[in-house]
């Protein structure tokens, strides 16, 4: 069953399957004449458990049997006896067939059938379960259908936790049983069963019960997977929270319509540049939600009706959940200051995709500055026409104590309401969890303790602080999977991932570190005040991005000469207008889906990447193919623009890029950028000025 | 002497083999040899089979014990002129037993329960479930005649009382509650050091620097925590003598031999489904082993005469050859080969010592360990020195009782489950070597005294009722006892093939190590147990065909 090594098949076995396989092939065609006349004589329901005897695996014959049972079943002279018989028989058959393959899915579910026919004598079930357990352990079927069973006889969980831990300690190198635990407890904690009143009580013991497993023997992976559920279950909070908006509670927001006012004091944080008439309201959850509307969210200000907010998902699938979600607010024309308060989660139903209610209901404010429309449409070109090189920028350089208000970090009111969920029990379990696992990598060196250890302290560092964003730990966490890197090199990508992770987390944890990488792009026309920062993340090597609930103020951004492949959750960044992911390893188009929601975003540096290189996308699945309604849709009504074209082998850039407003686009240095490729793009994006620097008609 | 009792008389008179004593070694000899197609005779002076290893009733095992304790047995009245041929050599026995002290304190209960008693004389003991004796029951068949049950646990033992559970396994080592973590680490991580070292497995070989060295200095430089190390040389690896004390254990026990303890230990977990550890006890008492072989012999046609003493061997007069024995029913029965139980000795004619081609004829067995003494316990007790557990081995390392315990002392408690005494009741074993009597006692004495009330001796009869089953310490009160020491070896070496008498292992190994050698030497030309007969699987277990022990669960 387990650690058996597969042994060549002999002569004789070859020889013995050979003659299995031609009887089979007999019994089979005779079953299939049957089956498709509806014949459903004793003689043929014998046959078919004949069948299911030499072969479980046989779907068509299980379900005959099942058209067989309502056949006899429907028979007007049909009475409780012979209903009784008819299904002993299945069940008999069931088990044969398992005992000829206790694996077999077909059979398993055709007892489940059976039993859902309202014929069980359960504790027969359990004394056959107990066989099957014992002949091995780990089963999973066995673990299901225990499951199936314990439910339909109504048994209780904790004698099923007792039953599984009994398991455990039989031989604790069992996921099954594990999965089984983590599954009982979750009902019961659910229940509030006695002795199961809240995690607290629960987890610190599941912890010593599993350290036990760990460091018997730490190279066996169950025990860490039960570890990983409890880490879990100790840091997820059970319901959603509001993490991070923009604007910020109490920022003041100033919006031009364009760049180069000179006015105010404002900060270059909160100001934004804005052609669209309209500017974003991000709400930033914890967990995906769904149920944000203008009924859930009410925006109070003088110059926009609430229910005029339109609330948008941002996902990139097109499910109703989110963890970000997006309203774009008109702002007047007319009036020159204003101040919007935003109330979240008032009535319940903004949900969890677990089905968890939104349960602190919180309100921010802020005012918005508007600046009168003095459009010169040359000079809007000009300032878009960022160049992303080095000398182009200089570090920021805060000009007072109260100018550097990075938005979204002082913003604490919305969760102070909430601080007093955060329990000690928590910290002091994760504080235990850390030092334990230290003790462990003392005494010998072991890759998955080294990794739990990592996630441990970054989960301690986040529930220790959770409004201080500080992270004590960052510089170990990152040595440590600096360490898995060399040690386990198979699994180098996902460390290498994790570590850029940390890497971002601790760069955007403090004002300080932040402020490090805020540049200001040097332009002669204008003076400092009232620019946007730019945001460079250059040369760090990052293979992945996150953190973005502390960047939603982030309108130019620098992702340049990293080893991006993936810029999954970029479309929180609603504010982005300018952005350089040149020199990564983005493979390829489908990979930009998350630049689709990006509305504002005008100048795009794609360049040196490896877009087009690999002929299979790998990432393509998650894309929605042109075959589909939606796109395929799409196409069809925007066929005019790309006449002469063939689209099929540019559906991917016409997909991605004809719904964008780029003034700019730099894509130079990929394999899929030819002449033809190009002026596809031309064609697709009419607001396109400059294609890898050169000026379009 | 009118009360001759009636021997019948033994047809044929010639055999190829006579063996004399059912104890193991001469059982297993018996089978062996009816096997390789012998004509064999084997006789007992007892009414019971097993000899010095047998199971025996309660009121039984006294007598028992003082017949071997003396030399009761005059010469014979044989005297060496009936014969022309043949010369007569008396056969007696020597003492085996010494200092036997049995104590009742209540009788009554007792002596109404006598025949519900099978009590091991050479206890303790136990099977280890992949050890050389489980593995000849298997080969030979005798498992049909045999059912077994696992031992629950091993303990290892202190002055005080308490009882540590002995982390045996990857499963007990996780359940254990009184390791730490990092003790958990590293005796599991040494576990693994063994096992892949024995796997082959090239990153985890041990060296054979380490492999020659004393395994003491091995798990030293593993690093394991005293607690560890003493659960692993005297509660796994079974030592007997202080392997940190050079003075009193010459010869340390090697790193190589004890990993070899390791491996067969942790092969015998989890050999047998419904064997939870590595331990095994035969329902009715140890005895049954022997018995078992004799019906294997018996199947084979060996011939069977108890209550039957010898009381004389025949020798050639020229050659001082080995002919035969002659009965104490008169008959003179022949044979190419003779096999004694230990305990009898030869009486050879006053003043002569045997010739040279005598002593070459005749192989003789040497005993491996040399040292003197055991000294065996028995205790009966109506309550579990554990409450929630019936059968349980408890090993009390060297120095854990007092400093002076040079050697580990042994404890098995066997509960009515194996149907070794009445229901409610426990029978305790204790065991240590020692180098005289007193050293002995006082080690059993100071367990007995650790872990049970020994009420005062009634000589009045006033305070016999009212005892409890346990006193207010929670300890089980003593009903009956006895120690007895036993010796090792009898320090002379004889020119009949004698077999070797019970040692002072936990297990039968060496004992059987000891017995294929002499069958060797009186059977060189044929195999012990010729693994073929499909015959001997016939046994009625639910089990997977080959290789499996009727285990009660």
């Given at each position: ?697 | ?19 004399i004593g059912t104890g193991l070694p001469e059982s297993i000899i018996a089978a062996a040899a009816s096997t390789a197609s012998k004509s064999v005779l084997h006789l007992d002076p007892n009414p019971f089979y097993g000899s010095h290893f047998s199971s025996l009733p309660l009121a039984d095992l006294p007598s028992f014990l003082s017949s071997h304790s003396t030399s009761p047995s005059p010469p014979g009245s044989a005297s060496s002129d009936e014969h022309h041929d043949f010369s007569l050599l008396d056969l007696s026995t020597r003492p085996l037993y010494s200092s036997i002290d049995i104590s009742s304190f209540s009788p009554d209960l ?414 060189p030309e044929d195999e012990f147990f010729p693994q073929t007969s499909s015959e001997n699987h016939e046994h009625d277990g639910d089990g997977d065909g080959d290789g499996d022990v009727s285990l009660e669960t």
């Amino acid at each position: 069953m387990h650690g058996r090594p597969r042994k060549a098949p002999k002569p004789e076995d070859e020889a013995a399957s050979t003659a299995k396989a031609q009887k089979l092939r007999a019994l089979q065609t005779q079953f299939f004449s049957f089956h498709h006349s509806k014949i459903y004589t004793k003689e043929t329901v014998e046959l078919s458990a004949k069948l299911l005897e030499i072969n479980p695996e046989s779907y068509t014959a299980w379900n005959y049997r099942k058209l067989a049972v309502e056949h006899y079943l429907s028979q007007p002279d049909c009475n409780p006896d012979t209903a009784k018989s008819v299904l002993d028989d299945e069940l008999r058959v069931v088990e044969s067939a398992l005992r000829q393959n206790f694996k077999s899915y077909g059979a398993w579910h055709h007892r489940k059938w059976v039993l859902s026919k309202g014929h069980s004598s359960i504790d027969h079930e359990l004394r056959l379960l107990d066989k099957f357990q014992k002949a091995d352990f780990r089963n999973f079927h066995a673990w299901n259908y225990r499951r199936f069973v314990a439910e339909l006889m109504n048994r209780s969980e904790k004698d099923e936790l007792k039953y599984t831990e009994d398991m455990i300690y039989t031989n604790f190198s069992n996921y099954s049983a594990w999965h089984n635990r983590s599954v009982l407890l979750s009902a019961l904690l659910e229940k509030k069963a006695e002795g199961f009143l809240s995690k607290e009580n629960v987890l610190p013991e599941e912890y010593d019960f599993i350290h036990q497993a760990i460091f018997t023997d730490p190279d066996d992976q169950s025990g860490w997977f039960y570890h990983l559920w409890l880490l879990d279950q100790t840091v997820t909070t059970d319901h959603p929270l509001l993490v991070s908006t923009w604007p910020a509670h109490g920022s003041d927001v100033l919006l031009v319509e364009d760049r180069c006012q000179n006015s105010s004091s404002f900060s270059p944080f909160t100001t934004l540049l804005s052609d669209s008439g309209s500017f974003p309201i991000v709400l930033y959850f914890n967990q995906p939600v769904e149920g944000v509307s203008s009924s859930t969210v009410v925006m109070e200000c003088r110059f926009n009706k609430n229910e005029d907010l339109l609330w948008e998902p941002l996902s990139v699938s097109n499910l109703q959940t989110a963890q970000v979600w997006v309203a774009h607010l008109k702002f007047p024309t007319s009036e020159l200051d204003s101040s919007v308060k935003i109330s979240v989660g008032y009535t319940k139903e903004i949900i969890s995709t677990r089905g968890s209610l939104y349960s602190h209901p919180s309100t921010f404010s802020f005012k918005v500055h508007v600046q009168p429309v003095e459009r010169d449409s040359s000079q809007v070109s000009v300032a878009e026409n960022i160049l992303w090189r080095e000398e182009n920028f200089k570090v920021y350089r805060a000009q007072s104590e109260e100018s550097i208000p990075i938005a979204s970090f002082d913003h604490l009111s919305i969760r102070n309401d909430h601080e007093s969920t955060a329990s000690n029990w928590q910290t002091e379990a994760l504080a235990k969890e850390v030092e334990c696992f230290r003790e462990l990598l003392s005494l010998m060196d072991c890759k998955i303790g080294k990794l739990t250890l990592a996630r441990l302290l970054m989960a301690y560092d986040a529930m220790s602080f959770p409004f201080a964003n500080k992270l004590v730990h960052s510089e170990e966490v990152l040595e440590l999977y600096n360490d898995l890197m060399k040690l386990d090199p198979t699994h180098h990508r996902y460390y290498k991932d994790e570590h850029s992770l940390v890497l971002l987390q601790k760069m955007t944890s403090s004002k300080e570190s932040l402020l490090q990488h805020c540049f200001q792009y040097k332009d002669s026309v204008s003076s400092a005040i009232g620019k946007p920062i730019c945001l460079r993340l250059n040369n760090l090597s990052l293979s992945r991005i996150r953190a973005f609930e502390r960047l939603l103020w982030v309108q130019i951004l620098d992702l340049s000469h990293n080893e991006l492949e993936s810029i999954e959750g970029l479309e929180a960044m609603q504010l982005l207008s300018r952005l350089s992911l040149g020199n990564n390893k983005l493979r390829s188009l489908t990979a930009l889906e998350p630049l689709r929601k990006l509305k504002s975003l005008r100048v795009l540096d794609i360049s040196y990447n490896q877009i087009g290189d690999h002929s299979i996308d790998t990432t393509r699945y998650l894309c929605s193919s042109p075959l589909s309604h939606s796109v395929g849709s799409e196409l069809n009504n925007d066929e005019s623009v790309i006449n002469n074209v063939a689209l099929i082998n540019y559906w991917e850039a016409f997909y991605m890029f004809k719904d964008l407003n780029l003034n700019r686009l730099d894509i130079v240095g990929n394999t899929i950028a030819d002449e033809k490729f190009k002026s596809v793009l031309v064609r697709i994006m009419p607001s396109l000025k400059r294609l890898d620097g050169e000026l379009l008609d | 002497m009118d009360d001759i009792p009636p021997y019948p008389p033994i047809d044929p008179t010639t055999f190829d083999l006579i063996v004399i004593g059912t104890g193991l070694p001469e059982s297993i000899i018996a089978a062996a040899a009816s096997t390789a197609s012998k004509s064999v005779l084997h006789l007992d002076p007892n009414p019971f089979y097993g000899s010095h290893f047998s199971s025996l009733p309660l009121a039984d095992l006294p007598s028992f014990l003082s017949s071997h304790s003396t030399s009761p047995s005059p010469p014979g009245s044989a005297s060496s002129d009936e014969h022309h041929d043949f010369s007569l050599l008396d056969l007696s026995t020597r003492p085996l037993y010494s200092s036997i002290d049995i104590s009742s304190f209540s009788p009554d209960l007792l002596d109404q329960y006598s025949r519900k008693f099978n009590l091991d004389v050479a206890g303790p003991r136990v099977f280890f479930c992949a050890d050389k004796s489980i593995e000849l029951i298997l080969n030979t068949g005798a498992n049909q005649y045999m059912e077994f049950k696992s031992i629950d646990a091993t303990f290892v033992g202190d002055n005080k009382g308490n009882l540590l559970n002995v982390p045996d396994s990857r499963a007990a080592i996780f359940k254990d509650k009184s390791l730490g973590l990092m003790e958990k680490n590293l005796l599991m991580r040494f576990f693994k050091l063994v096992q892949g070292h024995f796997a082959g497995e090239q990153d985890v070989k041990i060296s054979d620097e380490d492999l020659q060295s004393p395994f003491v200095d091995f798990l030293n430089k593993m690093g394991l925590p005293p607690k560890i190390k003493s659960f692993i040389l005297y509660a796994i690896a079974m030592e007997d003598y202080d392997q940190e004390d050079t003075g009193v254990c010459g010869d340390l026990l090697k790193t190589k031999d004890g990993i070899n303890q390791l491996a067969l230990y942790n092969a015998s977990i989890g050999r047998f489904q419904n064997a939870s550890g590595a331990l095994l006890y035969p329902i009715y008492g140890q005895g049954e082993l022997s018995q078992a072989f004799c019906r294997r012999a018996a199947v084979k046609g060996c011939t069977y005469v108890l209550r039957m003493p010898v009381t004389a061997l025949l020798v050639d007069k020229d050659t001082g050859c080995y002919k035969g024995v002659r009965l104490t029913s008169g008959q003179d029965i022949f044979s190419q080969k003779l096999i004694l139980d230990p305990t009898f000795k030869v009486t050879l004619p006053s003043g002569s010592s045997p010739s040279p081609p005598l002593q070459a004829k005749f192989p003789f067995f040497s005993p491996k360990d040399d040292r003197g003494k055991i000294v065996r316990g028995i205790c009966i007790t109506k309550a579990s020195l554990k409450p929630d557990m019936s059968n349980f081995l408890v090993v009390y390392p060297p120095r854990s009782m007092f400093p002076e315990q040079v050697t580990s002392i042994r404890l098995l408690q066997i509960a009515s489950n194996l149907a070794v005494c009445p229901p409610g009741m426990f029978v305790l074993y204790i065991s240590a070597l020692c180098n005289d009597d007193d050293q002995g006692k006082k080690l059993i004495h100071a367990v007995m005294n650790t872990l049970l009330t020994v009420p005062p001796p009634i000589n009045s009869e006033s305070n016999a009722s009212a005892q409890s089953e346990t006193t207010e310490s929670g300890k089980p009160t003593l009903l009956w006892s006895a120690l007895y020491s036993q010796e090792l070896t009898l320090g002379q070496v004889d020119f009949i093939c004698s077999t070797p008498m019970p040692d002072g292992k936990l297990n039968y190994d060496d004992l059987i190590d000891a017995t294929v050698k002499l069958f060797k030497e009186i059977y060189p030309e044929d195999e012990f147990f010729p693994q073929t007969s499909s015959e001997n699987h016939e046994h009625d277990g639910d089990g997977d065909g080959d290789g499996d022990v009727s285990l009660e669960t």
